[in-house]
Nanobody
Framework: VQLQASGGGLVQAGGSLRLSCAAS????????MGWFRQAPGKEREFVAV?????????YADSVKGRFTISRDNANQNTVYLQMNKLKPEDTAVYYC???????????????WGQGTQVTVSS
């Protein structure tokens, strides 16, 4: 599975962005998909995960109620992260990842995208 993340950019606090992660490979629908982020000087942290079927999701406490993860298995092999009410502390490089286990643990993921920068100005 190869992953290509996009959709990052510069936005003011309170604004919205939608990240996309396009996957290639015929087994995309078998994988749980996660989003992680890494701010300068900090470790990469879990943001959200969606199960292979799309029926189960989980979020970090810091983004609950503001971010929504979804996926399109049938048509585009894409996972999305809708980010609303963005805060300056959401500024980071965002990475998508694929793994057979839908988990918040980084080492559960076998494949990673290249990352997309999100910058939220105050």
């Amino acid at each position: 599975v190869q992953l290509q993340a996009s959709g990052g950019g510069l936005v003011q606090a309170g604004g919205s962005l939608r990240l996309s992660c396009a996957a290639s490979g015929r087994t995309f629908s078998a994988y749980g998909m996660g989003w992680f982020r890494q701010a300068p000087g900090k470790e990469r942290e879990f943001v959200a995960v969606i199960s292979w079927s799309g029926r189960s999701t989980s979020y970090a406490d810091s983004v609950k109620g503001r971010f929504t993860i979804s996926r399109d298995n049938a048509n585009q092999n894409t996972v999305y992260l809708q980010m609303n009410k963005l805060k300056p502390e959401d500024t980071a490089v965002y990475y998508c990842a694929a793994g057979l286990e839908s988990s918040g643990r980084r080492n559960s993921y076998d494949y990673w995208g290249q990352g997309t920068q999100v910058t939220v100005s105050s």
